[in-house]
């Protein structure tokens, strides 16, 4: 066989495989692992439903965070104080003399002065001895007492009556959800605001801790992150892709963490919503006055930043502190790939407050990790629940996908051409 017949028998296989090899090379670099950023340009314009705003030392100033001053809860004075006697509720009455001998004992005698607890009726009364019925519905405990000293004026000299709440049925406030103690408490222990309630209630309840590892559990680890490497590195040598790092400081955590910036606060009074923040900004001054009858409700809502891209593990990030940064919140990503990212394509994409502000316009924040300064922007530039931060690829990361389907098609046109020897 003439050189020019072998020739003439592979290559028609060999281009064809090579053809079809370039053309699923085209069809994977050009989509990308990420949306194409060429079309963001700084600035704002009509046609396009959101503003590009690039972050230097200039433009940061408009949004980095200032700290909050410190300022008082926002609690009525009379908050958590006004208790009123309702039907159901019990009072202790108790009544004394300023003189020994007279219908009721003196001060020094405090047992034999308690009358015994009242019962409120349902018609709002309540009955005390040598006074009567008494009507107690809607009245504090002062304005009770006055009302038992008018009546037995004539009968005693000087006395003084002390009326207590011993269960208050209808003073109470309901806690639910994620606390410890989920129920009614009272306002008459004290609670004046929704900080007040939910600490009575025990608090925000703790994540449960997974099981401690047995020494075996430990050593399979071991030996599957051992063998998760040595696959890494035979498909590094392979050409092929290589698996995400093994690194635990990576891996998902085992428990959900919470914390006061993953929690949100409902109060509802008669039927209507009064509050709805998160636990953090009650912390930090925003608590409330509590009446008779609200709900408080304390429920997860998880505030998070979506990263994307090259880096180093992709996923949610968890807002753990006031005015997270765009710096620390890459940080707990384990920052960008130095082999796959586009440092000057880092992007954070930010959606408009509608429910506030119906024409509001989304914004696309772009950095430029090349500049000196972008590092000192990432860290007073603040993150908000619900951002997408997104770092391109490199422009050579796209060609080497083509390089290695190009590599890879060779492959297996070489195989093909050894089969028809």
Do not use: H
Request: hydrophobic fraction near 40%; glycine fraction near 10%.
């Amino acid at each position: 066989m003439t050189i020019r017949a072998w020739l003439g028998g592979i290559g028609r296989p060999f281009a064809l495989v090579l053809g079809l090899g370039i053309g699923v090379a085209g069809c994977q670099a050009v989509p990308g692992d990420g949306p194409w950023m060429n079309g963001a340009k700084a600035g704002s314009t009509e046609a396009m439903p959101f503003d590009v705003i690039d972050l230097t030392p200039t433009t940061i100033v408009a949004y980095q965070a200032s700290p909050a001053p410190a300022r008082p809860p926002t609690v009525e004075p009379s908050a958590g104080r006004a208790l009123t006697a309702a039907p159901g509720d019990v009072l202790s009455v108790r009544i004394f003399e300023r003189y020994e001998g007279a219908t009721f004992p003196t001060i020094q005698n405090d047992a034999a002065s308690d009358l015994g607890n009242k019962i409120v009726t349902p018609e709002g009364t309540i009955e005390v001895p040598y006074v009567g019925t008494v009507k107690v519905a809607g009245l504090r405990p002062r304005e009770i007492e006055a009302e038992i000293t008018a009546r037995i004026a004539n009968k005693a000299k000087e006395p003084q009556v002390l009326v207590d709440f011993v269960a208050d049925r209808t003073n109470t406030v309901m806690v639910s959800g994620d606390v410890k103690n989920p129920g009614r408490v009272s306002l008459s222990e004290g609670l004046r605001t929704v900080m007040d309630a939910i600490n009575r209630a025990g608090g925000p309840v703790e994540p449960k801790l997974p099981p401690a590892k047995t020494k075996k559990q430990m050593e399979e680890e071991e030996d599957a992150a051992a063998a998760s490497s040595k696959s890494a590195a035979a498909g590094s040598s392979g050409g092929g892709p290589v698996p995400s790092s093994a690194n635990p400081l990576f891996d998902e955590p085992k428990v959900q963490i919470t914390g006061p910036w993953q929690l949100e606060v409902i109060v509802r009074r008669q039927g209507r919503l009064i509050l709805d923040k998160q636990l953090s900004e009650l912390m930090q001054g925003g608590d409330i006055g509590i009446e008779k009858g609200d709900e408080i409700v304390l429920r997860p809502n998880e505030q998070v930043v979506t990263i994307l891209g090259a880096v180093a593990k992709a996923g949610n990030v968890q807002i753990k502190k006031p005015n997270m940064s765009l710096a620390e919140t890459l940080g707990a990503v384990g920052g960008l790939v130095d082999l796959r990212s586009n440092k000057t394509g880092l992007y954070v994409f930010r959606m408009g407050d509608l429910e506030t502000n119906p024409s509001a316009r989304a914004r696309i924040f772009r950095l430029d990790f090349m500049q000196p300064s972008s590092v000192l922007v990432a860290q007073q530039f603040p993150v908000q629940p619900r951002d997408v931060v997104f770092v391109a690829n490199a422009p050579l990361r796209e060609y080497d996908k083509v390089l290695s389907s190009l590599y890879r098609s060779a492959a297996f046109a070489g195989g093909v051409v050894a089969l028809t020897k």
